[in-house]
């Protein structure tokens, strides 16, 4: 059971990611300032480079280091 819902949270994750990536970066980046760090990570890391850093850079500086920060440790346990 757990394989699965990790399986469907996942794909939630990646369709919402889409979503994201199709707004402003303005709108986007006030939204995701505004939910979990986790969740606003794992979103950011399936969103397109460019659109993501484009989202970064139109958060408050704290948040976008917070999610930059979350984004590195997420990098490095993928490449483990």
Known sequence: EARGEGAT????IK???RMYEGM???EAAG???K???NLAAQML???NHRQAAKILAAMKP???AE???HLRRSEGKATQ
């Not at 949270?9 to 939630?12: D, F, L, M, N, P």
């Open 24 to 26: 402003r970066p303005k």
């Open 67 to 69: 999610l930059t920060n």
């Open 35 to 37: 939910l979990d760090r």
């Open 45 to 47: 890391g399936e969103i």
């Open 62 to 64: 704290t948040v976008a």
């Open 9 to 12: 949270e996942t794909a939630a």
């Open 15 to 17: 369709r919402l990611s």
């Open 31 to 33: 939204v995701l300032e």
